[in-house]
């Protein structure tokens, strides 16, 4: 079967411990959208990973993992990553589509210069390359990991590159220009690196479907930093949705048979853009302290995320554009501290309370109808057996689970990959 884990809001739901649960029931797991601009962190016998590029699936020794053609090919952080997976023990099984896309130093580098220039308006970029790459991939400038074997091809394309960039560099942003040999040199460098990686991954999948491979999608981001349906323009430049992983890991739509939507117990983001139920001064700080293994703060840039209290209203259109089949709660015992929890329960706009979610012109009215809940106060690390959880805990859960119209099946009370209840549904 294919299974799909996607988030249900702005990312940072906790999906890397899910994903490394799942894949250890997988024949395949697949990277189908995104770069490296946005990481997640497993917890496991093997130690504690950071993985951005790779797929969850490298702990597990029968696995196969796959960069798809959907993804931001950043060749050098790919080999990085691979090295420190090594030097954990770990001999990883990876495939790279022929047809992914590589991220070149130069859209990095206006990716840093159109922040720049935006100063106070600025989207909050990881400055990872990701935008000016998407940008490159749909105007038909980008460079195949294929192309990387057809030097002629090569050489052809990045001439034109560097006409079309270099009249950016140096009349809108005013910086170094790029040196043609220079770009050919490092794609050889590129080419001897990913060299031992490239597959036709979409006949592997064809033949891995028709043998009754189980097989794992692997989302990044979640629903509210999609381009079509998120806070656009506060949003990443690859669909995060689980219908995108067909085209990102080129396989048929009906083939996906779960989609498991990942949320957390109360709402966190990192970047710029609408965020209804964010707090706070010292409420946040209390809470960004208590939250995840190491608190609050991005796995690749560092950055303190912005939180809040859990928000019905994204999290259920989340959970819709996503198309759950199940819903995963995580980091529920981080909420243990408080006596009160509070809900997001529907937005006041213009005077008028919704429970639907609004385009962003609106989404920038929105007030937080909120809710309050009593809390348990007490720690739940440790608990397997939901119903030996607080009342006031299984309260929360399933208000929550109600408001979103969707079966929570699991719940996560703890980093570790064995920390989850699972709820008979």
Request: glycine share 10%.
């Amino acid at each position: 079967m294919v299974r799909a884990i996607v988030g249900a809001n702005w990312g940072d739901e906790g999906k890397g411990k899910i994903t490394d649960m799942f894949a250890e029931q997988s024949d395949i797991v697949i990277r189908f959208q995104g770069g490296a601009n946005a990481g997640h962190t497993i917890i496991n016998e093997h130690g504690r990973f950071a993985l951005h590029l790779m797929p969850s699936g490298v702990c597990y020794d029968h696995t196969t993992c796959i960069i798809g053609n959907g993804v931001a090919l950043d060749i050098n952080k790919f080999i990085n990553e691979l090295e420190q997976v090594k030097q954990a023990g770990l001999r990883p099984h990876l495939l790279v589509s022929e047809r992914a896309q590589i991220l070149m130093p130069y859209h990095i580098k206006l990716d840093e210069y159109e922040e720049e220039r935006l100063g106070k308006n600025a989207f909050g970029s990881t400055k990872s390359g990701i935008a000016p790459f998407f940008a490159d991939k749909y105007s038909k400038i980008g460079i195949q990991v294929n192309e990387l074997f057809d030097e002629e091809t090569l050489r052809a394309k990045l001439k034109n590159i560097c006409t079309l960039k270099n009249l950016t560099l140096e009349h809108v942003y005013h910086k170094p220009l790029l040196d043609e040999e220079e770009l050919f040199a490092t794609c050889m460098e590129y080419k001897e690196k990913i060299a031992p990686y490239v597959c036709d991954t979409h006949q592997y999948l064809s033949d891995a479907l028709k043998a009754g491979k189980n097989i794992l999608l692997e989302g990044q981001l979640g629903t509210l930093k999609d381009p079509d349906f998120g806070i656009y323009p506060m949003v990443t430049s690859s669909s995060t949705l689980a219908g995108y992983g067909a085209v990102g890991a080129g396989i048929p739509p009906h083939k996906i048979e779960d989609i498991v939507v990942v949320t957390k117990a109360y709402s966190s983001a990192v970047g710029a853009g609408e965020f209804v139920s964010e707090i706070f001064g010292d409420e946040a700080q209390e809470l960004r302290i208590h939250g995840g293994d190491k608190g609050e703060f991005g796995a690749t840039t560092g950055r303190p995320r912005r939180v809040g209290w859990f928000d019905c209203v994204a999290s259920r259109y989340g959970i819709e554009c996503q198309g759950a089949t199940q819903v995963v709660m995580t980091a529920l015992d981080c909420l243990s501290y408080l006596e009160e929890i509070k809900v997001c329960v529907g937005y006041e706009i213009d005077g008028k309370i919704t429970k639907d979610f609004p385009t962003t012109p609106a989404l920038k009215r929105a007030k937080p109808v909120l809710k309050t809940l009593k809390g348990w106060h007490c720690d739940i690390r440790g608990i397997r057996n939901y119903d030996e959880l607080p009342q006031e805990t299984r309260d929360y859960v399933e208000f929550i689970e109600a408001e979103m119209g969707c079966n929570i099946t699991m719940v996560s009370n703890g980093p570790e990959r064995e920390a989850i209840i699972y709820r008979n549904k």
